[in-house]
């Protein structure tokens, strides 16, 4: 439905007239208290015309908008019509304005206004819209775990949400017993296991947003693994994805090659699809038949003939 200000019927104007005899006659006189509401940041207040009145023993009839809030603090709308100084409303249709705040909060907005009470005008009355902070709150903390080896650094990222979506910063609350860790701003982190120590470790961390509220306390475990053996590769090693390398050589899915003495895992170079089958297929645990020396693939490179 669309609401509309009234319109300058015969009784209309006869109220704009008095509407501008008060404003003259009650310049200089004290402003009448209303009501004083209150509402927080982000939503939205909806008036009762109760609220205008001034404690006249009459019904209220309308009001005389004389005054409205400033547009950093919010607007007072009917529908979505912006109500302006000088509009003239009647108490249905005070009872369908809305207040909408732009603040974010800790601030008054004020509406003036003049009380219309059947042939009579009061003096010009004041409500003080109170809006409050939204209330902030905690953020959420993800537990997660992770795999390294031994002597080997594992990176990672600290999980967190904050509802009001600002930054967070983190904290160490316990830290790990078989190595340490590093958080850095953006929370990622680096856990440096001591040398030779294998098995399981964790720490735990909270996170804290720009208010000042503090997540739930979080873990993250880690497994160190022991290797096979003390096979390292010269071209993974202080990588991205050497433990991705050290765990497909552990669970003898690819071992990579040797070049001039050195062991490389070679992670540009292709494989055949052989190869890779055979890979998928350990990974999945379905047996191989110790006969099969091919993929099946038209393209294989060593296939015979059908």
Known sequence: MTHRPFSLSRRGRRFLALALAACMLCAALPQALAANPEVDAGMVYCFQSVEFQTGASDDLTGICVTGVPQSGLGTVQLGSRVILPGDILTTGQLDAMTFHPASAGGQEAQLTYLPIYGNRVEKEAVMTISI????????????????TYKNLEATGTLTATD??????????????KRGEVTIGEDG??????????????????????????????ATVTIEIL????????QDMTQTAHEFEALWMKNTGLFSGSQVAG??????????????????????????????????GFADEADAGPP
């Open 226 to 233: 022991k290797p096979l053996d003390n096979t390292t590769y």
């Open 262 to 295: 050195e062991n490389c895992f070679g992670p540009e170079e292709t494989v055949t699809r052989g190869d890779f089958l055979a890979m998928v297929m350990k990974l999945l645990e379905i047996p191989l038949e110790s006969t099969a020396t091919s993929s």
């Open 132 to 147: 409050r902070s939204k209330e902030n709150q905690a953020p959420v903390a993800e537990s997660t775990s992770l795999e």
């Open 188 to 217: 990622a982190f680096t856990y440096t296991p001591k040398k030779n120590k294998v098995g399981k470790d964790s720490f735990s961390f909270t996170a804290t947003d720009e208010a000042g509220a503090v997540s739930n306390e």
């Open 163 to 176: 509802p009001e979506g600002g930054k967070l910063t983190f904290t160490v609350v316990q830290a790990p």
